[in-house]
């Protein structure tokens, strides 16, 4: 007879300060802060600065925070799709296909925000109209990535019988 495990610890505290710091800084950018106001700006460097150094800790970091670990390859994303349809979702520890794929891009759009938003600070982009819509273009396009991040965590979370959100507390991803 084989044995389900129930709970492993997947996200180190690094993973989760990081996470959570990053929602702070998005949610006070959002719902607090005026654009171009000083806090704006130095909120998007602080999350840029995060992502910085998430990337680095997905490299070196323990197990599930390696890129190798959920990297979204073609045959991942396609197998995981697959499987979803057929109403037999893979269970995995760390992030899956898709969820790798949304990190990695709301990641990227972090780091694009943070330059355009850096660049306009500069004199060779101060006021030229492109660097700025595209800023706020990114920005517009981000929130609902946010969203749909969020919804997918709650949905999959039902889908895959895990808790995911409190995994991102407790660093401990429960199967029930």
Not at 99 to 128: E, K, N
């Amino acid at each position: 007879m084989s044995t389900v495990k129930a709970s492993q610890r997947v996200w180190d505290p690094f993973v989760r300060v990081f996470h959570w710091s990053l929602v702070a800084c998005v949610l006070l950018n959002l719902f607090v802060v005026e654009e171009g106001e000083t806090l704006h700006q130095w909120l998007g460097y602080a999350a840029s600065v995060l992502v910085i150094l998430r990337v680095g800790w997905g490299f070196v970091g323990p197990r599930h925070a390696r890129f190798v670990d959920f990297f979204p390859t073609p045959a991942r994303v396609t197998r995981h799709i697959r499987m979803l349809v057929r109403g037999q979702p893979e269970h995995t520890w760390g992030h899956n296909p898709l969820g790798a794929l949304m990190v990695l891009g709301l990641m990227v759009m972090v780091l694009a925000l943070g330059l355009t938003g850096w660049m306009q600070t500069l004199d060779a982009f101060w006021g030229v109209d492109w660097v700025q819509d595209l800023h706020e273009g990114l920005g517009e396009g981000f929130m609902p990535m946010v969203g749909l991040h969020a919804l997918a965590a709650l949905v999959m979370g039902r889908i895959e019988r895990t808790r995911l959100i409190k995994a991102m507390v407790t660093g401990v991803k429960e199967r029930y």
